[in-house]
């Protein structure tokens, strides 16, 4: 079997993993596509403290091809979406539909995979990147079979964890306004929640101004090059202070909500002084594991402004994903254009060099 293993220092394409059989409520999933986001890249440049070597990937689509005998809503043949929250399914966070506060989601990784007689870690609870992979029969949410597995592929993390956040983590109400720092797999979909949601202001911000277009077809009603604007001057002219309150202190005026899909630290700050009294920062974005946030207390505290963080959008797969799905089947957001490009398991680093390069927003590996 085919898959892209990361072994501490250097990443490649082998033949001859093996996996072993599913446990009772394990599911073995015939993966059809992954996507690569720039997670994919950070732990294949060593950037997670997390055991290796590793199978790569963590968003998927598939068809079941085993499941174990305490597996009842997925049998083979069904078309799954695999979720990275290998959730216990028992605690009191799993029992109040708050399954990304489930203690049993990180650090448990696992050695489903062999290769050569080695163990072989996964990564994320998912390994996305193998022609079959293992995974807790909570991850697997059952979808339509007339939704291309290409599409449903970029739900399981970059789709939930943008519109998520819109959706459970923050709290957007219509007609309020939002800045989105990172068109990419994220934001976009950020974005597109936003819309759904009613927001009436949408800015994004990104450094490569050849993404404005795909900005503007997801919802943004505006675009900000990074690397050109003073974003927080922008933004106050974009969202000025509201005509019947007098100016004051701390950039009266601003968006209400600013959504950090970056999280590095001046992207944070810049985040933060964009807000309007009584705004909030959504940190969504993956950051190094030593960056620190440096503010001034009193932009937070004298005009209600918060900064909360946001892990994988605060989905419940079983409840978020099919309404996702929903969602797309009655045109109400894009998959199919999420999808910049599809590349063979074999080209994998063209999809590597694409993404990094900023040509691509996302791509999708196929098996």
Not at 110 to 128: K, M, Q, R, V
Not at 223 to 246: Q, R, S
Not at 313 to 336: A, F, M, V
């Amino acid at each position: 079997m085919k898959g892209i293993v990361y072994n501490g220092s250097t990443t490649n394409l082998v033949d001859g993993l093996s996996l072993r059989a599913p446990g009772p409520r394990e599911v073995i999933v015939q993966v059809a596509a992954a996507g690569l986001c720039h997670s994919d890249i950070s732990y294949m440049g060593g950037m997670y403290p997390v055991p290796s070597p590793g199978v790569c990937g963590h968003e998927a689509a598939g068809v079941v091809a085993e499941v174990g005998n305490a597996v009842t809503h997925v049998q083979p043949g069904d078309h799954v979406i695999i979720a990275t929250l290998a959730a216990c399914g028992f605690c009191q966070y799993c029992m109040d539909g708050r399954p990304t506060a489930c203690r049993a989601t990180l650090g448990n990784a696992s050695t489903p995979f062999t290769l050569d007689g080695e163990a072989i870690y996964n990564f994320a609870a998912t390994s996305a990147f193998a022609e079959r992979t293992l995974v807790r029969d909570v991850q697997c949410v059952k979808i339509p079979k007339d939704v291309p597995l290409t599409s449903a592929a970029l739900v399981g993390c970059g789709v939930v964890t943008g519109m998520g956040a819109v959706f459970n983590r923050a709290n957007v109400k219509r007609g309020q306004s939002a800045l989105v720092f990172g068109v990419g797999g994220v934001g976009l979909n950020v974005i597109q929640a936003l819309k759904v949601q009613g927001a009436t202001t949408i800015i994004a911000v990104d450094t490569v101004p050849e993404k404005e277009a795909l900005a503007m077809k997801f919802g943004a009603t505006h675009f900000l090059d990074g690397k050109t604007e003073d974003i927080v001057a922008a933004v106050g002219a974009i969202m000025p202070h509201n005509e019947t309150t007098p100016r004051g202190p701390f950039n009266s005026g601003g968006v209400n909500w600013a959504f950090d899909c970056v999280a590095h630290p001046s992207v944070t700050y810049n985040a933060l002084e964009c807000l309007d009294w009584e705004g909030t920062v959504v940190v969504i974005g993956v950051s190094s594991q030593t960056a620190k946030f440096e503010g001034l207390y009193t932009r937070l505290t004298q005009v209600d402004r918060g900064i909360i963080g946001c892990r994988y959008g605060t989905i419940s797969p079983q409840r978020d994903i099919p309404r996702i799905i929903e969602l797309y089947r009655r045109g109400e957001i894009l998959l199919d254009e999420l999808v910049s490009a599809t590349f063979p398991v074999d080209h994998w680093q063209d999809a590597v060099h694409g993404l990094e390069s900023g040509t691509l927003a996302r791509a999708v590996i196929t098996f």
